[in-house]
């Protein structure tokens, strides 16, 4: 019977339409879409219209709707909600009177059942009429103010204890880092500076802080306003967005849980690989398997050999790694290879130049060398550059593609057993015998102490220009630090001039047009003319 009354007030509520020429069952069950509109009713969303209904737009339909339930929610507070089916469609009846209708166009393009939309609307539309019955209790507000009262007590009190809590921890920090500073040592030397881990523990102690404020002001406001009926959606909502971004990390960190055991399964095997090729690259290198593979070559071909491996370990686990699909992965990849083709050319030819040193054994480390106008002992040689030391005071950065594009002369590697050879130039006119210069030149060398006699210093005639010949004087020293090897050259200077001057012979290149009146050398009486101090004197061993 109540059915019966329903359908009977509908129909008289569309009789005006009909007049119009609107028939009503086409009009219930076509509805053409139009722009959505809410029906939002005491800040709570109780159903969204889509469809042109009766000639009425979501928007018409959403006021008339708001009016018809305002105007009986100021009524009495006892209003039941039903629902009730006409033809294809439901309607939704507020203390007996039609609030509004929900028809399947209603339900957007992915469709639905009606029956279960209009429930759904029933059921948000209870909860309004319930919530407007709270909002007129003057009890039931009273409870919420205290209940309100009661969390921002509780609150304060949160905050003030947290607070106390890393103040308390802050005070004890330095007494902990002190008795930790005495059981981290390596010898007697700390292992960590306690002034830095100070500042970092202080810093994360502060962060946790905020974040607990943070986290305490987020539940205290969403459950003060779940207390009151108006701004209860919005606690809800509060919650919701809560619980949604928890649920949204913890299902990412699950979803990225399989990628990480298979990526860190990578590495480790990555891992295994690597060890056992360093432990086949060191028996490889035993004397008398691979001539290339040495104990000067060991070293970098281990380095390259696990680098290669970790890279190809990289490539393959890097699809694994959460995140990797993302936008900002495929930025950053575009822009390390960016700078990578950029800045690749020089390092690669530097590193490149390192290998073909390193491999071809040019020079080593304490050898004394000779790279184009640069000499002397090299003290490293890295994959970029090679560093030399003179012994005069200066230490040389040479880069590695510049040794490779140049001529080296290594005087470590033409003797026999220990030393290098030592070499200088004289050039003596054609007027003084050879014979008598190569002598000279022999007895300087034998009076310079480091220079071997065996082998013997030899000298040779390099070249007859048009004034005089190029005398060279080649030896075996042995010092092997690069300041006594520049102190050896500047002593063996010494004594050819010593012996020469002995003997009357002068060293001049004789570019001239004719011989000088007298000739040019020093006589040993005027050797140690002031201030210079002979020997016995507290002076140094010409």
Known sequence: MNRLLTVLLVLCALLP????????????????????????????????????????????????????????????????????????????????????????????????????????????????????????????????????????????????????????????????????????????????????????IDRLLRLTYWVIVALLSYQWLSFVLSQFPYTRPWGESLNLYLLDLLRYLLDGILQAVPGIVVAVMIFFIARGISAFSKRLLERLARPGTLKWLTEETLQPTTRLTSLGIWLFALVMAYPYLPGSGTDAFKGLSVLLGLMISLGASSVVGQAAA????????????????????????????????????????????????????????????????????????????????????????????QRTEGILANPSPQVFQTGLSDFYPEYRLVAQAVPSEPRPRAELLSLLHANIQDVFNEYGVQIMSPHYLADPPQEKWVPRERWFAAPARPPGDGGEAC
Request: no cysteine.
């Open 17 to 200: 339409l009909v007049g119009q020429g609107k028939e009503v069952v086409g009009s219930a069950t076509e509805g053409v879409p139009g722009e959505p509109a809410e029906l939002r009713i005491a800040n709570r969303t109780i159903f969204t219209f889509h469809a042109t209904l009766l000639g009425e737009t979501p928007t018409a339909r959403a006021q008339r709707a708001t009016a018809v339930i305002e105007e009986t929610l100021r009524g009495t507070d006892e209003l039941p909600v039903r629902v009730d089916r006409i033809l294809n469609s439901h309607l939704v009846l507020l203390g007996g009177r039609r609030a509004f209708i929900v028809a399947p166009q209603d339900l957007g393009v992915q469709g639905g059942d009606t029956r279960e939309a209009a429930e759904l609307a029933a059921a948000n539309l209870r909860q309004v009429v319930d919530e407007t019955g709270e909002a007129r209790s003057v009890r039931f507000l009273l409870k919420a103010l205290g209940y309100s009262a009661l969390a921002t007590l509780l609150f304060v009190v949160m905050i003030k204890g947290a607070n106390l809590g890393r103040r308390k921890l802050r005070g004890r920090l330095p007494l902990l880092m002190r008795e930790r500073a005495r059981q981290i040592k390596v010898g007697q030397l700390p292992l960590f500076d306690m002034q830095y881990v100070y500042f970092l």
């Open 354 to 445: 390192g290998l073909i040193l390193t491999y071809s054994r040019t020079l080593k480390a304490g050898e004394y060398v000779r790279v184009g106008d640069n000499e002397g002992t090299v003290t490293e040689v890295g994959m970029f550059n090679t560093t030399i030391r003179t012994g005069l005071g200066e230490v040389l950065t040479l880069p590695n593609s510049m040794i490779t594009g140049s001529v080296t002369r290594n005087y470590s590697r033409a003797v026999q057993g220990r030393g290098y050879i030592v070499d200088t130039v004289v050039t003596i006119g054609y007027d003084t015998p050879w014979r008598q210069v190569e002598a000279m030149l022999v007895e300087a060398a």
